[in-house]
């Protein structure tokens, strides 16, 4: 799967999961072979091309610069750090970046975002980089990510963004109040783990969006009853970037309809398992 040959695969967070096959868990720390000095990183252009430059320029406007700014980052230092695979760095724009910088077309102006298990940044960092307008905070646990992140945000200027070394569940339970309009995560967890870390992020009728795959409608058919407990509104199944990005982004949109009280039993089992996502 290596390549641009695939392009029309549902495109998506899973095709780098190589380095966290937990299920969307806290993977562990991994030592990553230190790359020596002299050993050259294959050359991959971070700039767009063809049909994906057409969708960037479309999409990032005259923040494209600042786009291909983090490319570079993500299939430079991220790939030599192990956040990324090195196979990605090929297809870095139309698995990752344009998958994820659609769904700024369902986030309102002005909004403050979540982005639950950021990881090298996805979907957070596109979305704070296509989108000025929002105030993003990055959620990761693990160290090696987070200071990834960091450094990101420091390198682009991202001045409305935000990193926090931390879990989801630590959020509320860290007796934090400030709650977002908007609560992303891509590959994260299944659905109804993933309702329950993200719900009692936002504010009551603000929204949980998950960007998922294939197997969306399935994963809401599964898990409407627990999201529902979880004080979830009906879930809505979006397709965003259509006619502009193939396929298009499938995202579960969720609205937080009343607030269900931390550590009730109405949150799911822990479902075993890898989360489900595109591709
Ligand atoms: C498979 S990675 C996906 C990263 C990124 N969202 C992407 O699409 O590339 C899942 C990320 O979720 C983080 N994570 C796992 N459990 C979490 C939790 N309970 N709260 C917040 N983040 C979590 C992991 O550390 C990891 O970075």
Redesign the pocket.
């Given at each position: 799967m290596d390549g641009m040959s695939d392009r029309g695969r549902s495109p998506?967070?899973?095709d780098?999961?190589h380095?966290?096959r937990?299920g969307?868990?806290?993977?562990p720390e991994r030592s990553v072979a230190v790359r020596p000095a002299t050993m050259p990183v294959p050359p991959v252009d971070a700039a767009p091309t063809g049909a994906d430059l057409v969708a960037a320029e479309w999409l990032f406007g005259d923040r494209l610069s600042l786009a291909v700014t983090y490319a570079e980052l993500l299939i430079g230092d991220g790939v030599l750090r192990g956040l990324i695979g090195p196979r990605e760095a090929p297809r870095i724009w139309e698995r990752?970046l344009l998958n994820?910088v659609v769904v700024a077309e369902i986030i309102p102006r002005n909004a403050r975002v979540i982005?639950?298990?950021?990881?090298?940044?996805?979907?957070?960092v596109v979305l704070a980089v296509a989108r000025p307008d929002l105030s993003v905070v990055l959620?990761?646990?693990?160290a090696r990510?987070a200071a990834f992140l960091t450094e990101v945000v420091a390198a682009l200027g991202l001045d409305q963004t935000t990193v926090v070394r931390?879990?989801?569940?630590?959020w509320v339970q860290g007796g934090r109040d400030d709650r977002a309009g908007i609560a992303t995560?891509?590959?994260?967890?299944p659905l109804d783990r993933l309702v329950a870390?993200c719900l009692p992020l936002v504010v009551e009728g603000g929204s949980v969006l998950a960007?998922k795959g294939e197997s969306a409608t399935e994963e809401v058919a599964t898990h409407r009853d627990v999201i529902a407990r979880l004080g979830g509104g009906t879930p809505a199944v979006r397709r965003c970037g259509v006619g502009v990005i193939e396929p298009p982004t499938t995202v579960i949109e969720i609205v937080r309809e009343r607030a269900v009280r931390t550590g009730a039993p109405a949150g799911p089992r822990r479902t075993r398992g890898r989360?489900r996502s595109p591709a």
């Open positions: 998506g967070p899973a780098h999961r380095e966290d937990s969307g868990d806290v993977a990752h994820c982005d639950v298990g950021s990881g090298a940044g996805l979907p957070g959620l990761e646990p693990l990510r931390g879990r989801a569940e630590e995560a891509r590959a994260l967890a870390w960007l989360p």
